[in-house]
């Protein structure tokens, strides 16, 4: 397993600007992951981000929108750019640590665009 | 497409009745099935990884099991700190490690 932290924990935003969520995970992993969680509905993935890689984005997430880093093997930053009331959501990142598929959640970002 | 379906969508129970949770998937081929917990205002939990049809994995009153199309999340005596929403995800070959989630079921069991 793993402990993973995000910074902030829950923002309020204006539209129009931009927002850096990020992820600290207390052990070095390659596997880092992005997802969203819109109110009353499940985790949908924005992406994958490897280090030492370009990250791969899902279907309907663009790196403009959304673009990450991923400086090292246990630090990684997601930016909601340009915000609109639509882009309120939880955010949260995730790893696998053995490559065996089980992955483990920080405890999200709560972001509301007004 | 790949796609998980979970049922039903909310359950209530009263402490100490069993019941089942349904995870039907269609996915191109399963490279694992996993089940997490998720409290509210907190990240998923992670309960346990199914690989293949006929396996079974306990936890305290929780017990998974998986076929071929689908899996149960059996939940033996519940108390009120089972409470909470339950999401089935699958791991599909060729998905780049990524999971894909069922909406999840919200579990309120009551004293």
């Known amino acids: 397993s793993a402990v993973i932290s995000q910074k902030p924990s829950r923002d309020i935003c204006q539209r129009g600007t931009s927002l850096t969520i990020q992820c600290q995970v207390d052990?070095?992993?390659?596997?880092m992951f992005w997802y969203r969680q819109q109110p009353g509905q499940s985790l949908t993935l924005i992406a994958t981000?490897?280090?030492?890689?370009?990250?791969?984005?899902e279907s309907g997430f663009v790196i403009d929108k959304f673009p990450i880093s991923r400086p090292n093997l246990t630090f990684s930053t997601l930016t909601v750019s340009n915000m609109s009331p639509e882009d309120s959501s939880i955010y949260l990142c995730?790893?696998?640590?053995?490559?065996?598929?089980?992955?483990?959640f920080g405890p999200g970002t709560r972001l509301t665009v007004t | 497409e790949d796609q998980v379906t979970q049922s039903p969508e909310a359950l209530r129970l009263q402490e100490g009745e069993s019941s089942s949770l349904n995870c039907s998937y269609t996915?191109?081929?399963?490279?694992?099935l996993f089940w997490y917990r998720q409290d509210p205002g907190k990240g998923p939990e992670f309960l346990f990884t199914?690989?293949?049809a006929g396996e079974e994995k306990e936890k305290e009153r929780l017990k998974a099991t998986l076929t071929k199309k689908e899996s149960f999340l059996h939940i033996t005596a519940p108390k009120p700190e089972d409470s909470a929403t339950y999401l089935c995800?699958?791991?599909?070959?060729?998905?780049?490690?990524?999971?894909?989630f069922g909406a999840g079921t919200r579990l309120a069991v009551h004293p």
């Open positions: 995730s790893v696998d640590t053995q490559g065996a598929g089980e992955q483990y």
């Open positions: 052990s070095q992993v390659t596997m």
């Open positions: 981000a490897n280090q030492g890689s370009e990250a791969t984005y």
């Open positions: 996915v191109s081929g399963l490279r694992g």
């Open positions: 199914l690989y293949s």
């Open positions: 995800a699958v791991r599909p070959w060729g998905g780049y490690n990524k999971l894909i």
